[in-house]
């Protein structure tokens, strides 16, 4: 990936009152090191982050990146964000994210070891191109996540709710899946429910009805998702969060797996048992999920 913005922000107290963040932003050249040795986001993962998706300079569904990074924040008792502030630093990144497709990475950093405060910082790069997924579609294994659906509530301290920066396990999830012949993952719980990918949500299909699993907890809640539920129900389409079945999987009638980046990509295979791929409803999909959306 190549790294064209970075932006080092000194986090505001979420009621700081200033309209104009500008000096809490310095760029810094996003070719050359700039963490500091004791930073505990590299030592121990301790961390959040988001990953926003720009179109043409536009970033999509900011504000609901911003929600789920406050929402990480609280989980992993990270200083509250001040958003106005967060929010001015994208519009910086914005600005230097021409033409095509980028991604703005948000992070916060529990900070450096015995330091004083949290640390934070954004990048933007130009994304990669994900249209063959789009069309030709996904071939997925399911994978056990290795924990029942009741561990969100039985300990909170796994912060399975909150995107961090610890994604070593979702890496070798998907190397796990490239050796079984698979492109991506489905993970299931150790009970036989249906969670999320390691980087995506999930979304069935079931006659007329489109269902996703219910964030309660163990998954991230997806901004993509949430977007294409939307999307849908204006289209008149039934939308619903359950506890799906593992083994309901091979009797969906459309799978596709969605995320900021990639957006619908269609599941044509689960396990190896074909899913239905309906070209035309995944390409309204992405038709939708590639027009700016706030
Ligand atoms: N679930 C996980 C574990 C993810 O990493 C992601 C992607 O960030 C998602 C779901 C989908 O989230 P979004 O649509 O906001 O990119």
């Known amino acids: 990936m190549t790294w064209r913005f970075a932006l080092v922000i000194d986090p505001a107290a979420p009621d700081d009152p200033r309209s104009d963040f ?13 963490l500091s040795v004791g930073e505990l986001s590299t030592q121990r993962g301790d961390g959040i982050f988001e990953s926003i998706g720009v179109l043409d ?14 929402h ?8 509250t964000p001040n958003l106005a502030q967060w929010r001015q630093a994208i519009a910086l990144a914005e ?9 703005i990475k948000l992070i916060l950093s529990r900070g450096i070891d015995h330091g004083p405060a949290p640390t934070a910082w954004l990048t933007a790069s130009p994304a990669a ?27 909170p301290w796994l912060l399975l709710g909150a995107k961090t920066l610890s994604y070593a396990v979702n890496m070798a999830a998907l190397r796990e899946a490239k050796r079984r012949g698979a492109d991506d993952a489905i993970f299931v719980t150790s009970d036989g429910f249906v969670l999320e990918a390691p980087t995506a949500s999930l979304v069935l299909r079931t006659g007329d009805r489109f269902i996703t699993p219910a964030p309660n907890g163990a998954i991230l809640h997806g901004t993509t998702q949430l977007s294409l539920f939307e999307h849908l129900e204006a289209e008149g389409w039934e939308t619903a969060y359950e506890t799906i079945p593992a083994d309901s999987l091979p009797g969906a009638d459309g799978a596709w797996l969605l995320s900021s980046l990639r957006l619908a990509a269609p599941i044509v295979a689960i396990d190896g048992a074909p899913i ?4 035309e409803l995944t390409a309204s999909f992405n038709r939708y999920l590639l027009s700016p959306r706030d």
């Open 22 to 34: 500008a000096e809490t932003f310095t760029v810094i050249d996003a070719t050359a090191p700039a």
């Open 57 to 70: 300079g536009h970033g999509q569904e900011v504000q609901a990146h911003l929600d789920r990074l406050a």
């Open 72 to 79: 990480s924040a609280e989980i992993c008792d990270l200083p």
């Open 95 to 103: 600005a230097h994210a021409e033409g095509g497709a980028w991604v």
């Open 129 to 155: 191109d994900f249209t063959a997924a789009r069309e030709s579609g996904i071939r997925v294994v399911t994978l056990d996540r290795g924990y029942d659906l009741g561990v969100p509530e039985r300990a």
């Open 276 to 279: 239905p791929h309906d070209a």
